[in-house]
């Protein structure tokens, strides 16, 4: 069992901004994948990007390559997700998601186990 707390949502302008953190609880948080989805009113919950237990592959919705890099410390059993570039379009409630060990279809929301409550994210022109 994990548990998943997110923050650093907020409202920002156009072009702003914003790093999301999501710390997990246990001691296992390192032999996690560990991703963010996103929903916006209305949408159904959709991929933003991921990043494997090692750090080093990380998966990327098009529609954020470039402006939103994800990271992880596990060390500190947290993953961030960076957001730069915001556009209105972006303006969503961004949850983190995690899997233990091996992911099939990582962009797929029903790969992952564990889910945070979720942290609103307002982009305004």
């Known amino acids: 069992q994990v548990q998943l707390v997110e923050s650093g949502g907020g409202l920002v302008q156009a072009g702003g901004s914003l790093r999301l953190s999501c710390a997990a609880s246990?001691?296992?948080?390192?032999?996690?994948?560990m991703g963010w989805f996103r929903q916006a009113p209305g949408k159904e919950r959709e991929f933003v990007a991921a990043i494997l237990w090692n750090g080093e592959n990380t998966y990327y919705a098009d529609s954020v390559k470039g402006r939103f890099p994800i990271s992880r410390d596990n060390a500190k059993n947290t993953v961030y997700l960076q957001m730069n570039s915001l556009q209105p379009e972006d303006t969503a409630v961004y949850y983190c998601a995690a899997r233990q060990g091996t992911v099939i279809k990582i962009r797929d929301r029903g790969a992952f186990d564990y889910w945070g409550q979720g942290t609103q994210v307002t982009v305004h022109s």
């Open positions: 246990g001691r296992t948080f390192s032999s996690y994948a």
